[in-house]
């Protein structure tokens, strides 16, 4: 087998390198393994590189293409946009649609308000929670992603010697530069302790309590059973606002979300993603009564390009076919299909490991005996073999992300994911042969 080589995405970077920090516009496609690649073009399964790579994807831009690469309905929908005219200033009938689908499918979801990233509708989320409590403490959970603002970039990847005793975390800053006075009113708890959180916030003064409902980012952890229902009785005793962060399950994990398919209904949720298959589009969704606050003043929330019509057209096509029936069984059966089939492998291999979470984004973590519950579980997780073993698995042909995630598309059939698992297979092989070594 010829194995890929990545020369020339590794001097364009160098090259970039003089206009641009690192070479990337994202700090999280910075530092892979063997180096950031520079793509041409990306259809169905495949992304294509500049040095006449084609790769199966499963970064699937972390999340969005989740009817793959370039699907002609979406595109076309964009594509009759563009012709209509790119911002408004003020509505479009599209963006009406693309809410009341919203609003169809997601349970918690009784008004929407769009925006353009996760990390913004986060933003509004807790602002929305703190306007309507009058309080100011929000409680997150280790290693849960809300975004990389100063506001939520607390304890994401805490060192283990600095977070403190899993009763009582303490928040880590997550950048360096990041305002300290921004963690002053958040808590962290660990996550899947329904009993913390019972005993935090029974004190009354919590405005919000955010979470990832199946915690995707750092480790395909589900949340243990009955553990959401206890989160969302306490609070509804003590007057919190639940906010569910579905910017990756949204859409993917059911069409209506983790909180369909696990049966909680939080008061707010957030979602971006998988919800327009890679334009830039977020969305708050909630309860009335919250949401409608934005409708009666004194809570500001902006922003240029909220609602852009074209991305509202590609928003509609996606939200209609993932309506369409059988979708997320199918994307299941196969996400199922690759679990065992790199289960199989590890497991002959000899290899300890895990895999886990939803069938649509699953995790690898190698080294671990049973499944994580919390993050401070996954600190046993064996990075360094997985990395080698991802750059393993490029050089074979298929994309995965270094830190264990598998984003599943309609795009993956069997035949890909047989193919898959082969290089999956080979990559094991020459990471062992390169171990003995
Ligand atoms: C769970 C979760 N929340 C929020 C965000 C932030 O979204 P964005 O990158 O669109 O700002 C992400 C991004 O990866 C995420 O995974």
Not at 35 to 44: I, K, Q, S, Y
Not at 65 to 94: C, F, K, N, T
Not at 158 to 175: C, H, I, K, R, T
Not at 251 to 266: D, K, N, Y
Request: net charge neutral; hydrophobic share 45%; with cysteine.
């Amino acid at each position: 087998m010829t194995l890929c080589s990545f020369d020339k995405s590794k001097n364009r970077i160098a090259e970039a390198k003089r206009y641009m920090p690192g070479g990337v516009s994202s700090q999280f496609r910075f530092g892979v393994s063997p180096t950031p690649l520079v793509f041409e073009r990306a259809e169905g399964v495949y992304l294509h590189d500049i040095d006449g790579n084609r790769l199966i994807d499963y970064y699937m831009a972390l999340g969005p293409m989740i009817l793959g690469h370039s699907p002609a309905d979406v595109i076309q929908a964009a594509r009759d946009q563009y012709e209509r005219g790119l911002l408004y200033g003020g509505q479009s009938e599209l963006e009406f649609q693309a809410a009341r689908l919203i609003c169809e499918m997601v349970p918690c979801a009784e008004r929407v308000r769009f925006a353009s990233s996760g990390s913004e509708a986060a933003q509004l989320a807790l602002r929305l929670a703190r306007a309507m409590t009058g309080r100011s403490t929000v409680v997150k959970f280790e290693g849960h992603y809300h975004g990389w603002l100063d506001s939520v970039l607390w304890s994401v990847a805490p060192p283990a010697d600095l977070m403190g005793p899993e009763a009582q975390p303490v928040p880590f800053a997550g950048s360096a530069g990041q305002d300290p006075q921004a963690g002053a009113h958040v808590e962290v708890l660990s996550w899947n302790r329904p009993e913390l959180v019972a005993e935090r916030l029974a004190l009354g003064d919590v405005a919000a309590v955010i979470m990832e409902p199946v915690m995707c980012n750092s480790g395909g952890i589900l949340p243990a059973p009955g553990y959401l229902q206890a989160v969302r009785d306490a609070c509804s005793r003590s007057g919190t606002v639940l906010i569910f962060d579905e910017v990756i399950t949204g859409f993917r994990a059911a069409p209506g979300g983790a909180q369909q398919l696990l049966g909680v209904t939080p008061d707010l949720a957030i979602f971006a993603k998988a919800i327009a298959n890679g334009f830039s589009v977020a969305a708050v969704a909630g309860k009335a009564d919250i949401m409608d606050r934005l409708a009666s003043g004194g809570i500001v929330h902006g922003g240029t390009y909220n609602a852009q019509p074209v991305a509202m057209a590609a928003t509609i096509a996606t939200l209609r076919r993932l309506s369409a029936p059988g979708t997320y069984e199918l994307m299941a059966s196969r996400g199922h299909r690759l679990m065992e089939g790199i289960r199989g492998v590890l497991d002959r291999a000899g290899i300890r490991a895990t895999v886990t979470g939803l069938p649509q984004i699953f995790h690898v973590a190698l080294g671990l005996e049973k499944p994580a519950t919390n993050y401070r579980d996954l600190l046993a997780v064996d990075r360094k073999t997985y990395v080698r073993l991802t750059t393993a698995l490029l050089e074979r042909g298929v994309r995965a992300l270094e830190r264990g995630s598998w984003f599943m598309s309609t795009e993956h059939d069997e035949a890909i994911i047989d193919t898959t698992v082969a290089a999956f297979e080979d990559a094991v092989r020459s990471v062992l042969v390169e171990q003995r070594a």
